[in-house]
């Protein structure tokens, strides 16, 4: 049995560690473009921030097992190796070793594209211009510190998703003069709604951000090839350093030339044990789609653990054995410099487009009780189906892990649980942790 991996990073790792532990005979060869594998990339804005342990800018904290450590499980890697086609019919890969620049054929009995997403790069921001950046990888990352250490003092992000919202932190704590623009009328735009994404919005102007909001990014200035700015509809913004976070795509180029079927996100079509419609070939991570529990859609949410778990389903089914992605409920966290925020399931505006019919109540409260020290102001919103009382979804902003609450609504969303179900939990109540009638209660009482 010969397992060829391309891709070496969450989903493709997984899916070889978790063959070899199931097939100890198998023969499981991982293929990866870039110098690193089995990383978490999630950690990439804490190095820039200086927040990690190690030496200062070290990405080699991320780092979970070397490919030493994966050779000595019996998994070989070939870093630098680009795959560049599948011919699922003879079943072969074509790989081009970057090192020697020869390109060769590898046979496989099974195939795993583990090939994630990559970063989208609107036309003005061209690859060539210096100090113009994604940040995706460690190589995403090393470039940008390269440039901090060059004394970079002013950045413009472009984008407010999560990754430009971390960043923003990142770069302001590194003493930069940070401007962040985004298209639309608010920050954070997919994960929560409008009233939530105001906070995040006045978290990012509190902490001196430059935050520019309906604002469209038409081209770049330049001085002898290196970025000196950006041009806006409004003027220009002076910048060192420019970071585009606009989004992800699928990297989906193999899966296609395959004959790999997508879904509508784009991204590709699997079953629940990360099969494709091509025999022999599977897919998991960030680069597939997956099936959200609430509305049972299929969807393309590119998040750590579904891509850890879905390679670890694909590992095993690819040597025979037989295990299922249970599919995501849509549960996300993030840090803004003091203010924290997460969501699970649908926001309102989600389950307004899913046509459920679905009601919400908010509720600020103390995280902890009202008389500690320590207690700070808690946002939640609790979404439910109207009528049957089926929770939807939960957004929360608040500090520290005060809005981990939000693991309970995943759990109970998991289940398909009620309002009246999470009314009656039994949570954890002490004084530093929260109030008597944590506020889950309360919210659930007031939608119930
Ligand atoms: P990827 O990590 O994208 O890895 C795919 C690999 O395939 C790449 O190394 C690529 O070089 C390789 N590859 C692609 N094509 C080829 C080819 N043709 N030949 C050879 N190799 C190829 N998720 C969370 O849940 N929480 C977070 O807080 C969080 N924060 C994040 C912060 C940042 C800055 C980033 C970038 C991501 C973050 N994520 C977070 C997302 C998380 O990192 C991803 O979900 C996860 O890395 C996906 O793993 P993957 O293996 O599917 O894909």
Known sequence: MRILVVGGVAAGMSAASRARRHDPHARITVLERSDWISYGACGLPYVLSRDTRGDPGDFGVLVARTPEQMQDQGIDVHLRHDVTGVDAAARTVRVHDRDTGRTRTEPYDQLLLATGVHAARPDWAARDVAGVHVLRDIPDG?????????????????????????????????????????????????????????????????????????TQVRGLHTRAGRVTGVETQDGPVSADLVIVAVGVRPSTDLARAAGVRLGRSGAVSVDARQRTNVDGIWAAGDVCEVTHRVTRRRVHLPLGLAANRMGRVAGVNMVGGDARFPGVVGTAIFRVFDRSVARTGLTQDEADAAGLDAVSVDLSSRDHAGYMRDAHDLHVRLTAERGSGRLLGAQFVGVGDAVKRVDVIAALLHSRGRVHDLAEMDLAYAPPFSSVWDVLLVAAGRLG
């Open 142 to 214: 090393q470039a940008i510190e390269a440039d901090l250490q060059r004394g970079a003092r002013r950045a413009v992000i472009v984008g407010g998703g999560y990754i430009g919202l971390e960043v923003a932190e990142s770069l302001t704590r590194r003493g930069l003069h940070v401007t962040l623009l985004e298209h639309a009328g608010q920050v954070a735009g997919r994960a929560l709604d409008p009233a939530y994404r105001d906070l995040v919005g006045q978290t990012l102007r509190d902490a001196g951000v430059d935050l520019r909001t309906g």
